[in-house]
């Protein structure tokens, strides 16, 4: 069966650099989460998405930015990198509606900041 | 505000022998519980969930939790550990009272000595 596919898996940015990563859910999955998880810690909320509008808002800060396109797959988009950035960040995806509301995860991008 | 604890951050048991990590939860309505398990460098893999009916619930590997209203607990189990279950393990909850969020539990980690 089709997974959440993320890009790139790994990515490594300069301090100040600018980076996008990608995801893209299940197919007929309308909503979108992102998460952060950094090196020994639990995933922490970032944002989400409903059919193509920002549904819930958690830790994310002013310098990253999301959306979700008409294709259903979603952007996280990172400015002014800093070395604290460096983490997993998970994509996941669900159908709303649908039985039980579970949450499909992707295998993740790996961000690093130097 | 909705909010999960995972007490331990490692268990320990031996192969063979049963499993328990446990988890507790904070929700102003009815929540959905879901385990996630986490293996090295990858993404988070859906165990099972509790949305409602039977308090005991099965998932996969050999997996199962037990909902416990009165102690707001939803721990996870299983009759006998394979060296293979070793992994981080995390607890999550929604709140179906509205929200698009689901909060992580810390995780746990599960050591199984062979």
């Known amino acids: 069966a089709a997974g959440v596919i993320q890009s790139p898996r790994h990515l490594i940015k300069e301090k100040r650099e600018t980076a996008t990563l990608k995801c893209y859910p299940i197919?007929?999955?309308?909503?979108v989460y992102w998460y952060q998880q950094g090196p020994g810690q639990d995933p922490q909320f970032l944002i989400s998405?409903?059919?193509?509008?920002?549904?819930d808002k958690g830790s994310i800060p002013d310098r990253f930015s999301a959306q979700q396109f008409s294709d259903y797959h979603s952007e996280l988009n990172m400015s002014s990198l800093e070395l604290g950035d460096s983490a997993l960040y998970f994509c996941a995806t669900e159908l709303q509606g649908s039985s039980g509301n579970t949450i499909y995860f992707g295998e993740g991008s790996w961000l690093t900041v130097v | 505000a909705q909010s999960v604890a995972q007490p331990e951050d490692q268990v320990n048991v031996a192969e063979g022998n049963p499993l328990t990590v446990k988890c507790t939860y904070s929700?102003?309505?009815?929540?959905?519980l879901f385990w996630y398990v986490q293996y090295p460098n990858r993404g988070l893999q859906f165990l099972l969930k509790?949305?409602?009916?039977?308090?005991l619930v099965k998932g996969s590997y050999g997996f199962e939790a037990e909902f416990n209203k009165s102690q707001t607990s939803f721990h996870l189990k299983k009759p006998s550990a394979l060296v293979s279950d070793s992994a981080l393990y995390f607890c999550a909850v929604r709140d179906n009272a509205g929200g698009f969020k689901t909060i992580f539990g810390a995780g746990t980690r599960l050591f199984v000595k062979a």
């Open positions: 998405f409903y059919e193509k509008m920002q549904s």
């Open positions: 197919p007929r999955h309308d909503t």
């Open positions: 509790y949305i409602t009916g039977d308090n």
């Open positions: 929700v102003s309505g009815n929540p959905y």
